[in-house]
Structure formats: structure tokens, C-alpha cells
Nanobody, 122 residues
Framework: QVQLVESGGGLVQAGGSLRLSCVAS????????MGWYRQAPGKQRELVAT???????NYADSVKGRFTISRDNAKNTVYLQMNSLKPEDTAVYYC????????????????WGQGTQVTVSS
């Protein structure tokens, strides 16, 4: 089992910043990709940003230039620095981790945190 615990959400005015953190713990051999997704009311969950263990990064077009994802492999932690926030960034933000439970195990992608609410007021 892997547990993902997010923190750092909150209420901020448009143009402000927030930093999200997600710590992975539990029994696993390694983590490959970690990432952030978000789900606004009435909408499907969407990718925000992902980062591999080697540092390759992918961003959604809507957040490029405003959000920065980073990772501390030693701490099994992924961060999301969100700047120039807009009301349309309002959503529940979820952390995801793709893991190898054992060194011979296939990658398991369906590991999610409980989510943290980000609300941006206009």
C-alpha cells in the first residue's frame, strides 16, 4: 500500500500564489512518475503536471509559465508551485504516484491522495 498526503491548498486572490506538497509513504520499491491533477465542480479530472524520477516534466497548456512542478526523490515528495493564479484554477488538486511495489512488479498507476482544495477568488 502507498499513501499520498497532500497539503498546501487554500483560498487566495487572483494573481496570488500557493505551493502544494505531496508526500508518499508506505510499502513500495520505487516511484516512477509523480504528478498533480485537478477536478473542478462538474468537470472531469485533468492533468496539471507530471514529473518522472529522472526529472522529465510535462505541463498542461493552461498552466505553462505559471506553475512549476518539482520533486525530492529522497523524501518521496512532489511539489507544485502555483503563481499568477486565476479563478479558473479553482479545483480540488490530487496527487498521483506511479509505483513499483516490488522490483519485479509492474507499474501501478492508480495511487491517489485525498485531494486538497484550491480556491481562487476574483
Amino acid at each position: 500500500q502507498v499513501q499520498l498526503v497532500e497539503s498546501g491548498g487554500g483560498l487566495v486572490q487572483a494573481g496570488g500564489s500557493l505551493r502544494l506538497s505531496c508526500v508518499a509513504s508506505g510499502s513500495f520499491f520505487s516511484i516512477t512518475t509523480m504528478g498533480w491533477y485537478r477536478q473542478a465542480p462538474g468537470k472531469q479530472r485533468e492533468l496539471v503536471a507530471t514529473i518522472t524520477s529522472g526529472g522529465s516534466i510535462n505541463y498542461a497548456d493552461s498552466v505553462k509559465g505559471r506553475f512549476t512542478i518539482s520533486r525530492d526523490n529522497a523524501k518521496n515528495t512532489v511539489y507544485l508551485q502555483m503563481n499568477s493564479l486565476k479563478p479558473e484554477d479553482t479545483a480540488v488538486y490530487y496527487c498521483n504516484a506511479a509505483i513499483h511495489r516490488r522490483y519485479w512488479s509492474p507499474i501501478e498507476f492508480n495511487n491517489w491522495g485525498q485531494g486538497t482544495q484550491v480556491t481562487v477568488s476574483s
